[in-house]
């Protein structure tokens, strides 16, 4: 268990403020930012590049926080790599233990084993000049585990990688945790957080403003920020103005706009979520037994992993996920008149 208690730290004009956040052995915990949010700068003070100052940093209950990078059992992968360009594969995935003044047989089998580890027997000779991304990213991954670290932490470590490389890569970082191995990763793209982490932390402005597992946060943002960083489209402030005992109540977004949904605790002001997936969209008006259908116009078509999301102005913005065929069945054309369906049961309030 790593336990970040309270941690701050000034650098110029930025600080990072009550830093608190506990990392469960074996997790994967993505921290998600913009860029200027803070987040390199936490992965260096947990490393021990920089020292906090103020707060705890704890591993499995022993204070670390004034402990030297090398005597911490973290190994940090810079978003550069920071291969050496003088020295072979072979040489720079050996660098750290050789510092360790560790036998050459216990060398040469770390080294064995990770090259098998990583599929990178063939380079070992090579210059890191000489590699592809991915490769050079394998290569840094092997030289950052040789020394047995407890704890992997990652710094944006698939921005610079195209999409196939990029794909590739999470697989090794999938394949690693499930082996047991506590990953912390920085980044400001939630595809990583959605394919990765078992849990996830949001950081604004130096701030970690919610933490939790993958599902709590991605599922329940605690605000415009959160959800939107989380992908979150269908995410709108409401007023509610009349709420019945059955648990059907009317909210009012833009004070005229009225959403129905299911709500079994009093509320006055807060916000909904309507799942893109949940929206049914017609040329027409049709019979169903949705409680919301509004009329709108498609202001524009946004590809996504899962299919197309077709963007509505009903009034209130209105983002709706199809499949591609379903786009061209429809034959949607940006201008259209639509109408936009959901029921009351798929849309979730979060208080304010």
Known sequence: MIQLENINKSVGNFTLRDISLSI???????????????KSLLLEILAGIRRPDSGKILVDGVEVQNQSIQERPFGLVFQDLA??????????????????????????QIIHELALRFEISQLMERSPNTLSGGERQRVALARTLAPKPN????????????????????????????SGLTIIHV??????ALTL?????????????????????????????????????????VTISDQRGSGVCVAMANHDIPITLDL?????????????????LSHHPTDTSAANNFCGTITDFHPSPH????????????CALLTAEGVARLNLEIGDTIWASFKATSVRFIPK
């Open 83 to 108: 291969l050496f360009p003088h020295l072979s594969v072979r040489e720079n995935i050996a660098f750290p233990l050789k510092m360790r003044r560790m036998s050459k047989l216990d060398v040469d």
């Open 197 to 237: 982490a078992t849990h996830i932390g949001i950081l604004e402005g130096g701030r970690l403003i919610q933490q939790g597992t993958a599902e709590e946060v991605l599922r329940n943002p605690i605000n415009t920020f959160t959800a939107s960083f989380t992908g979150i489209k269908n995410y709108i402030h």
């Open 187 to 192: 980044t400001h793209d939630y595809q990583e």
């Open 307 to 318: 299919g197309v999301e077709v963007m509505i102005n009903s009034g209130i913005p209105l």
């Open 264 to 280: 079994q605790e009093p509320a006055q002001e807060g916000y909904v979520i309507i799942p893109e997936e949940a929206i049914f």
């Open 151 to 178: 704890c992997l932490l990652l710094d944006e470590p698939l921005t610079a990688l195209d999409t196939r490389i990029r794909q590739e890569i999470r697989g090794v970082l999938r394949n690693l945790n499930r």
């Open 24 to 38: 469960e052995q074996g997790s994967y915990t993505v921290i998600l930012g913009d860029s200027g949010a803070g």
